[in-house]
Structures are given as C-alpha cells and as structure tokens.
C-alpha cells in the first residue's frame, strides 16, 4: 500500500505532507526535495508512531493532491487545508489521531527535559533556547486550540497546560463530519495536522540544537 502524501506548494517552497500520519510535515525547495526530505524523516516520525502503539509502514509516496500555498508556506510552516481534509473522520481514525497527538506531547516533555537550557544558534546566529521554545510550543498551541473551539486564557504552570491538552484530546477524539469544529475555525484532520505538526518540528529542532 502506497503513502498518501500531498504537496502545499508556495511561491518559493514546498510543504510535503503525509495524509495519513498527522504531523509527518518536511519542506524542500521543490516537490523532489520536499518528498525526499519526508521519506528521510520516516525513522524519526517512527519514534511518534510506536510511542502511540502504531505499526508504522507507510509505503512509497504516492502524490494525491496539491494544493496552494502562500507566504506562510515559504516562512516554514504549513497553512493550507487540501481538500482531504474536509472528508469525515471515523471514530477508530480520530482514536487514532488522539494517540498520535499524546505520543507528540509526551516526546516533546522528554526530550525538553533531556535538553539543555542553551541551543546552538542556527548559522545566522537565530534560534530559540530550550525555555523559550518550550513556551513557544504552549502559546502557539493555545492559539491553534480555539480553531476547534477549545480557549483557555494565558498560563504558565503543567495544570494548565495538561487542562488544555486533554480538551484538545477530547474534540479531537470525536467522529467529525469533515467541516471546521468552531465558526472559522479547522476541519479535525487540518487541525490535528497543524497541532502535532508544530509539536514534532520543534522535537527535531530541539534535538538538532543541543549543544
């Protein structure tokens, strides 16, 4: 059985995304590079998937939609919804989706706490340290929660966060029609996507930082 991936294609880069994992995410500079790059990051996506209790064998790439980008694109992060997303979502494919998202959650905690508090700087000197790319994780999180209708106000401590997580967990874990779950917010595939998405970029980051 092949992969499903589809490409979010911007002006300058390209966003190779798997449909069946959420999160699985790389960007390349063309369609090539991008499922080169996706297929590369399998092993460590794997670390995602058997934590949830999955069997990861997704097979060869197999484009099945693209779709466009935009700025965000090119800046580095994912931003179009590809018209797979607005399919229902079962109850065993949402169970799924939640696993995948408390195994992201977990991994981040663990590789934060094995991490120091000083990253090494990218080649232009830029890049978050530890805490602040923890915090960035949080906020940008809590943002992306009110898209399926989850909005809890600003916090710092693990009870709140965790609060917040097992909201996200129990929207996410419902069979969904396909539509967006808040007035002008994201369809459940789009919006597990984008949520497990940025978890996992930053747990490779970070790991690709440590001094």
Not at 142 to 149: D, L, P
Not at 155 to 164: N, S, V
Not at 187 to 193: N, S
Request: proline share 7%.
């Amino acid at each position: 059985m092949n992969h499903r991936v589809y490409l979010e294609i911007g002006p300058k880069r390209v966003f190779a995304c798997s449909a069946d994992w959420p999160g699985w995410c790389r960007i390349g500079r063309t369609e090539e590079a991008a499922i080169g790059t996706l297929a590369d990051y399998a092993p460590r996506y794997r670390v995602i998937a058997e934590r949830a209790g999955l069997e990861f064998a997704p097979g060869d790439p197999e484009v099945v939609e693209r779709v466009k980008g935009d700025r965000t694109t090119d800046f580095g992060a994912i931003s179009a919804i590809p018209g797979l997303d607005r399919e229902p979502v079962d109850a065993p494919e949402a169970a799924r989706t939640v696993a995948l998202a408390r195994a992201a959650w977990e991994v981040f905690a663990e590789v934060a706490a094995a991490s120091p508090e000083e990253l090494r700087k990218g080649p232009r000197g830029g890049g978050r340290d530890r805490d602040k790319m923890v915090a960035h994780v949080r906020e940008a999180e809590r943002s992306y929660a009110r898209k399926i209708g989850v909005r809890h106000k600003p916090f710092k401590d693990t009870a709140g966060l965790t609060a917040m997580r097992d909201d996200i967990a129990r929207v996410l874990s419902r069979p969904s029609d396909g539509g967006p779950l808040a007035e002008g917010g994201w369809p459940a595939r789009y919006a597990a996507r984008r949520i497990v998405w940025h978890v996992i970029d930053h747990i490779w980051e970070m790991e690709d930082r440590r001094v």
